[in-house]
């Protein structure tokens, strides 16, 4: 098992979890971890009790993606978070959430979240805000060349 904490800008712990690791990798870890809070309906997905997220930090990234299915195994998408860098060692990923998010469904069609809390967001630094833009222009390039999780979309 591996600890996850989500930090917002300042550093404060805004969540904890755990996990179960899958893969280590030279630039990065891949954890799955099961959705146990209430369900909660964001409208574009519903997280629901028993979901199965395979969860991929990057060391050396500004973002995460979590690759969502219900507990059946039926693929929902992927959640992505652009955040700094995760800071990985043997029993914790911590990672510092920099507001913008990015939901794509199976198909490979995207929205973008939160971009007005990003732009709004006084506790970003600049070292921060031009690390988010850089991550979400390589995720984006990622799911348009179909690499590595997003592979097997169809286009």
Not at 86 to 108: E, F, K, M
Not at 120 to 125: D, G, K, P, T, Y
Request: glycine residues 6%; hydrophobic residues 40%; charged residues 25%.
């Amino acid at each position: 098992m591996i600890t996850i904490i989500k930090l917002d800008p300042t550093g404060a712990e805004k969540l904890r979890y755990t996990g179960t690791i899958l893969a280590r990798r030279a630039y990065g870890i891949v954890i799955e971890a099961t959705w146990k809070q209430p369900d909660r309906d964001l409208g574009y997905i519903r997280f629901e009790t028993g979901d199965r997220f395979v969860e991929h930090f990057y060391s050396n990234r500004w973002f995460n993606i979590f690759a969502i299915a219900n507990k059946e195994g039926v693929h929902k998408g992927w959640y992505c978070n652009i955040a700094e860098p995760a800071r990985i060692s043997t029993d914790t990923i911590a990672q510092v959430d920099l507001y913008l998010d990015v939901w794509i469904n199976p198909t490979g069609t995207t929205l973008l979240l939160d971009e007005d809390e990003f732009e709004s967001a006084i506790l970003l630094s600049k070292e921060q805000r031009t690390g988010a833009r850089e991550g979400l222009r390589e995720l984006q390039q990622m799911l348009e060349a179909r690499q590595e999780v997003f592979a097997h979309i169809s286009a």
